[in-house]
Structure formats: structure tokens, C-alpha cells
């Protein structure tokens, strides 16, 4: 939640953006039972919408991009039924 909070009282910064997907990217990393909700829990704040967000209102900041990505790719990946599908 402390990440959303920051992604959103700051959407213009890329700076923060940029560091915040990359600690979203880092928190919804693996595949076991705790990164599972982990990631559920990141969905359910908001981060894939903010992430998402990030990646469009910087477009030219290559960290964002970057960063931004890795976020997406990290919180969609998974071994259950929605991770696989």
C-alpha cells in the first residue's frame, strides 16, 4: 500500500514513478504461495492501474519504462490458473 500511496500523491514525478515500479517489480517477484499474494495484494491496491498509468504519463523516461514493465511482467506471473491463463 505504501507504494500506491506514493504513485499516487506523486504522478507527475518520474523519479518516484520510476523507483516505484521498480519496488512494486521487486515485492510481486516469485511464484510460491507468498508472492502469490503478494501480488494479489498489489492488484487489489490499485498497482497494475498505476503502473499502467506510470508507463503513459512518461513515456520518453526509460526507467519508467523500463521499470514499468518489469512491474507488469512480475505481478502477472504466476503458476496458478490466472497466472497461466
Not at 507504494?3 to 518516484?16: C, L, N, W
Not at 511482467?73 to 496458478?80: E, K, R
Amino acid at each position: 500500500e505504501a507504494i500506491v500511496a506514493a504513485m499516487q500523491a506523486h504522478p507527475q514525478v518520474a523519479d518516484v514513478q520510476q523507483e516505484c515500479v521498480w519496488a512494486m517489480a521487486s515485492v510481486c517477484a516469485g511464484t510460491d504461495a507468498a508472492a502469490l499474494a503478494r501480488k494479489q495484494r498489489a492488484t487489489d491496491a490499485g498497482g497494475i492501474e498505476l503502473a499502467v498509468a506510470a508507463l503513459q504519463a512518461h513515456p520518453q523516461v526509460a526507467g519508467v519504462q523500463q521499470n514499468g514493465c518489469r512491474a507488469m511482467a512480475f505481478v502477472c506471473l504466476g503458476t496458478d490458473a490466472a497466472g497461466l491463463a
